[in-house]
C-alpha cells in the first residue's frame, strides 16, 4: 500500500474522499455529516492577529486579545467545525524562541495522538511565523493537519484580515485533503507548505510567498482550491523532541560587502554548536569571514552555509569549497529556517555528512 493508501487508512477516509491532483474540496456535503462535524483545536500564540489599535504611542499592540475574544469575533467559525482551543502564549513573534516551539510541538503531538482531534490551527505572529511553521514541520509526527495563520492588520483597523484568514485557516485544518502534506500556513487566500513559505512583504496583506516552490493551493468561496498534490514521502524528516527542554545554541551571521570575522569570532566564543551563514548570492562570504567559518567548523562548530536572497538556492561546492571545509549547504531553506533544521540536527549527530543528509532530505 502506498503511503498515500496507508494515510487514507489511518484517516478513515475513502478514496472518493481523498481527492486528486488538482480538484477542488472533494468532499461531498454528504460524505462529511457522515464522518461528523469536524474537531479543531485552536492554540493561540499572540501576533497581529490578536491584536489591537492602541491611543497612545505606536499604532497597535500585538498579542492583546485572548483566546475567547480571537474565537468570539468570528461566529461563522462554529458553522465550520466544532471548535475548542487555548492560550498557549499572547506575544509578539519577535520574541518567540525554542521553548515556546517545544512547548507546542509536545501540545500539538499529545492533541493529535488524540482520536477526537482532527485538526490544528494555531495564531501566530507573522514576523517569524515561517520558523515555528518549520520547526513544527519536522517536530510533529501526525499526518493530521496542522495549520499556522496570523494577520497584518490589528482588530478594530480598516480591512483587518485576521476574521478571513482565520475562517480560512480552520476550513483547512479541517478538510481530511489537507492531511499527509506537512504542516501548512495560510495568510490572505493562500496555502503554503511550511518548508517553502517565507515573509516577503512587511507590511502588504500578501506578505507570505513561497519563492522556490509556490502556494500549493488557493481559498476561494471557503473551500480549497489545490494546485497540484504535494509529493508525499514515507521517510519523512521527523524529529522526536518529546524529551527536550531546549535545543543547541545556533546563531546566524550575516553577509554584506566589507564583513569582518568578529561576529562569527562571537558566536564560537559564546560557545554556539552551530553557525548559518547568511551569504550573499548563492551563500558567498567575505574572505575574512569564510576564514573565520572554516576555523570554526576545523573546532567542531557546524557551519552552515545558505543565502540572504530572497529565492533560490544554496548548493555545495560552487564557488565555496564545502568538502574542504567541512560546511553544509542549506539548499532551498532560508538562514532562519536553516536555523531550525541545524538545532533540531544537532539533537542528533555533530558529524556535517549526516547534517547535510538531512538538509538534502527535507
Ligand atoms: C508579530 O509577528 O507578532 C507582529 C507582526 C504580525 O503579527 O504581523
Redesign the pocket.
Known sequence: MTFFGKLKKMMGFSAAQAGRAGETDPIEPSARLLRGRPKVYVLAT????A?RLASTGPRYR??VLGIEALLGAVPALRGLADLSGEQVEN??????DEFVWLKLAHRVNALLADPATDGIVIT??????EETACFLDLTVRSPKPVVLV???RPAGSPGADGPTNLLDAVTVAAHPSAAGRGVLVVMHGSLFEARDVAKVSSLSLS?FAAPNAGAVGQLADGRIHYGQRAALSPERLVFDVSGLDRLPAVGIVYGHAGASATPVKALVDAGCRGIVSAGVGSGNVHRDVLAALADASGRGVIVVRASRVAAGLTLRNVEVDDNRFGFVAAGALNPQKARVLLQLALTRTRKAEAIQKMFDEY
Open positions: 499572540g501576533g497581529t492577529i491584536g500585538a498579542g506575544i509578539g513573534s519577535q520574541d518567540m501566530h505572529g507573522t514576523d517569524t511565523l496570523g494577520a497584518m506578505a
